[in-house]
């Protein structure tokens, strides 16, 4: 599997106060776009509730995911109140056409156990 480690410096959160009537924008609720040194590196569509996630793709160093309503709080938290976070993204197949993808968003170090 190729991997790919971003730092994230920056991140946009917009609402959708009145979605489309198709496509996806009529099922998403919220976006974050997460930035590393200037350069959008994801972005992260929280569907509206009840709605089922489809879209999942790395493409040009972006992913693009779709999540559930649920996971928007964490997330949020996160990038508000944790330093040092960086995106991690796995594939497998090539760069250009990858095909099993896995992410995280991670706090980049590690805790000392009390």
Do not use: C
């Not at 190729?2 to 996806?24: A, F, M, R, W």
């Not at 609720?29 to 929280?46: M, P, R, T, Y």
């Not at 709605?51 to 649920?70: A, M, W």
């Not at 040092?84 to 250009?96: D, F, I, N």
């Amino acid at each position: 599997m190729s991997n790919h480690k971003y730092n994230i410096d920056k991140y946009d959160y917009s609402l959708e106060l009145q979605p489309t009537d198709e496509g996806v924008r009529s099922r998403t609720f919220a976006n974050i776009s997460l930035f590393s040194e200037g350069k959008n590196v994801a972005d992260l569509n929280f569907l509206n509730p009840g709605e089922k996630t489809e879209r999942k793709y790395f493409s040009g160093h972006q992913l693009n995911i779709d999540l559930i309503y649920e996971k928007l709080h964490h997330v949020l938290d996160m990038l508000r109140n944790e330093d040092g976070l960086r995106l991690l993204v796995w594939h497998s197949g090539s760069h250009e056409e990858p095909t099993h993808i896995e992410a995280r968003l991670d706090r980049g170090e590690l805790d000392t156990v009390a």
